[in-house]
């Protein structure tokens, strides 16, 4: 099935996503600074200090590069502040027959319904789309990122991935 790109505006009752603006890369450099150290290093600020704001700029400047369909910012409309991501990846650890779905939150973020309603959002332009499933991987001490997943009907397929380090990795699934 071709890509279905994400439409360049979701909207919500709380919540716009919507594409990253260059200005934002110091809201992308806190997530990634925020991160749980049990994350591999691969995804957090390195001992030179990189991903830089130059780099988070440059990335977003690029825009999502094919065959991704893009990580949307999250904006919540009364504040008008960026809060994090939801958007659909290839690439994880997902089957190659569909996409998968990612998000991430700020932790002053978190706990609010926001990645649950964005992830809604998501989910229906991809049943739309016609994609007939969507997958999502999270670590098993993720209970956050696993309860979103359940709040939205994905189901825990399996472990996919032992790691000893970071914590093995599950493999969800939701049918469209």
């Not at 934002?24 to 049990?38: F, K, S, T």
């Amino acid at each position: 099935m071709d890509e279905p790109a994400l439409p360049a505006r979701l909207e919500t009752p709380r919540l716009v996503l919507r594409p990253w603006r260059a200005g934002e890369a110091p809201i992308q450099r806190r997530l990634w600074q925020e991160r749980d150290p049990r994350v591999p290093a691969a995804r957090r600020i390195d001992a030179q200090g990189r991903p830089t704001l130059a780099d988070l700029e440059a990335s977003i400047a690029r825009g999502p590069q094919p065959p991704a369909p893009g990580l949307l910012a999250i904006e919540r409309r009364a504040e008008g502040d960026v809060i994090g991501y939801c958007g659909l990846i290839r690439g994880g650890h997902a089957p190659a027959d569909a996409p998968e779905i990612a998000y991430e939150l700020l932790r002053s973020a978190q706990g609010h319904g926001y990645a649950t309603e964005a992830g809604r959002a998501v989910v229906a332009v991809a049943r739309e789309a016609g994609h007939p499933r969507l997958w999502a991987s999270v670590r098993v001490w993720n209970t956050a990122s696993r309860r979103v997943l359940e709040k939205l009907g994905f189901t825990e397929q399996g472990i996919i991935a032992r790691d000893a380090v970071h914590g093995d990795t599950l493999l969800t699934g939701l049918a469209l």
